[in-house]
């Protein structure tokens, strides 16, 4: 819809412009409830229920992830995992079906256990879908009701306290001694002040004073202001996307683990091939006893635990983030994080 069309129809906001974005902090109050049809009374029920259809619910969306059993597959993408595997083959194939169960074994928990905790590890992701509020007061035909944070669209009226959680983007009308703490969005550990009046067009996020953001919670004061953004379209829901479409790295970490499994695997090999050489021309061994011997001393060197013990503790350290408010997409980034003094 162009601008043009908008302002035929005040009701309606322009398309795209319901969001972050737009730059509703360089407009007056006035300007911002009449570009969303709204009034310090605001929205008819009906009206509010035809946007909520257009807009979807007050939510960000859940992120994509992989099957359970994918996830589980991708337990066993280390080198040392194929080397163990490749020995399990080898002593199944040679008869000794009890030692490659145990090898296979090994392996089953250690990928079991690698599993769980990133299983653990993604639920502390969800973390940030549950910083919007889960209700909040909202004016509607021109009375104060409870509603489910989810059901608010663009253009209701919010009213909210100290100690209130911001439900969605809103425009302050009116503010009365309020701040809020944004840490969340710009890590500033002092509450922010806010006020109805309006600001540069190119203004910093941090300085958006008649802007509250999602997530960000009420410190002080009372306010009231208009719904501009919505679950995706909000600053957090802006953050949310960005993680979502993350471009995966291998970080140093996984870099070293992978270079030091390739490494250690060929030199696993390479003893293990003179040790067999050795027992066969020089001793005099069976060949079929010398490999079985050469598998044992190969898998016996391989530290199987490995894995599990990275996982384990990158996990531990995700869910530590977590409980500070900080989201970690992947495992494996963690490892630059370092405990608050």
């Known amino acids: 819809m162009t601008a043009t069309a908008a302002q035929e129809r005040p009701d309606v906001a322009p398309a795209g412009e319901t969001d972050c974005h737009f730059g509703w902090h360089a407009r007056t109050k006035e300007e911002t409830c009449a570009a969303l049809g709204s009034s310090p009374d605001g929205l008819r029920h009906d009206e509010a229920a035809r946007r909520l259809l257009a807009h979807g619910p007050n939510e960000l969306p859940a992120a994509a992830r992989p099957h359970p059993f994918r996830r589980f597959l991708a337990q066993f993408n280390n080198a040392l995992i194929y080397f163990l595997l490749s020995a399990t083959l080898v002593a199944t194939v040679l008869g000794h079906a009890i030692d490659g169960a145990v090898v296979a074994i090994v392996v089953l928990v250690n990928a079991v256990v690698g599993f769980l905790q990133e299983g653990k590890a993604e639920r502390a992701l969800d973390a940030i879908r549950d910083m919007i509020a889960p209700h909040t007061v909202v004016v509607r035909d021109g009375e104060r009701q409870t509603v489910d944070a989810r059901m608010i669209v663009p253009g209701d009226i919010v009213v909210l306290d100290a100690g ?135 898998v016996g060197v391989v530290p199987e635990g490995l894995p599990a013990v990275i996982t384990i503790t990158l996990a531990i350290g995700v869910r530590r983030m977590a409980g500070l408010n900080a989201v970690v997409r992947r495992l494996p980034a963690v490892e630059t994080w370092a405990p608050p003094r």
């Open 164 to 298: 209130d959680k911001v439900p969605a983007d809103i425009r302050l009308i009116r503010a009365r001694g309020l701040s809020a703490d944004e840490a969340i969005l710009t890590g500033e550990s002092v509450p922010a002040e806010k006020r109805e009046e309006t600001v540069a067009a190119d203004a910093a996020l941090g300085d958006r004073l008649p802007i509250l953001h999602s997530g960000t919670l009420v410190t002080t004061g009372q306010g009231q202001g208009v719904v501009v953004a919505t679950g995706a379209r909000t600053e957090i829901g802006r953050i949310s996307s960005l993680i979502g479409n993350a471009q995966t790295l291998t970080t140093p970490l996984l870099h070293q683990i992978n270079k030091f499994g390739r490494l250690f695997t060929w030199y696993a090999i390479g003893m293990a091939a003179l040790v067999f050489i050795f027992a066969v021309s020089t001793r005099g061994y069976d060949w079929i006893d010398a490999l079985m011997v050469v598998v044992a001393l190969a």
